[in-house]
């Protein structure tokens, strides 16, 4: 085993500290290593996402790091076209239904490799508020949302920007798109959506994003929004 290969498994069962300084590490670990150049790549522009994310260990780090490269990857070479996204629904217990089903708990996005909650009730806290919330109160219906294990699964998280961009190729509308109301029945296109991604020029400002106008926003935590919390979900089912 190579010495490079014996201290990458030695920084993957450390207890993780700072994201920076873990990405340092690897990074350097990975020169001349195709496999690991190929997982960094682009990282940077997850970092403010991945810094959100509480690792309970390295390693879960860095299969975030890669789950997350792989959807960025597809969005960038644009190797998911809107006609070729296969969209499944998802039960209480995180099995696949058949598209017909009337009853669902979460939809997945093969194409992205995602799985987003979905309120079809309209009402309750869970797995998500249909009406706005201030981003203190959002944390909260996540960690609520976490402990009981929403579909079978702990990992739910705010989207980035990016991954609520890719909601908006659901369905297609007068030449433009829209979020498909078959699969998300609780959507509020005229309202702005949380991102757990920060203003670039001022960390203290989070973006929101608007379906019907596909506009952003920079605003503060004390700012009113709905949210839709989403998951990686690589080669599920």
Known sequence: MSKAKAELERLLQLAPGPVNSYVEQLASLSAGTAGLSRLLNGFDQQLQRLEQFHA??????????????????????????????????????????????EEW??????????????????????????????????????????????????????????????????????????????????????AEYWSCSADSGDSQYLQTFQFTTQETASVLPAFYACVRFVRSAPAYG
């Open 105 to 190: 708990d979460a939809v997945l996005d093969t194409g992205y490799e995602l799985m987003w909650t979905v309120n079809t009730s309209l009402r309750g806290e869970l797995p998500h508020r249909c009406g706005r919330s201030v981003w203190k109160t959002v944390q909260s219906q996540l960690a609520h949302l976490n402990f009981v294990g929403w579909c079978g699964f702990r990992d739910w998280r705010v989207p980035t920007l990016d991954e609520l961009r890719t909601l908006q190729y659901s369905a297609k509308r007068l030449g433009g798109y829209r979020v498909s109301s078959e699969l998300f029945p609780d959507t509020q296109e005229d």
């Open 56 to 101: 309970h260990s390295a390693r879960e780090m860095a299969l975030e790091i890669a789950a997350v490269n792989r959807a960025a990857a597809k969005r960038r070479a644009g190797t998911v076209p809107p006609e070729l996204q296969s969209w499944r629904k998802v039960a209480a217990d995180g099995a696949l239904l058949k598209m017909d089903s």
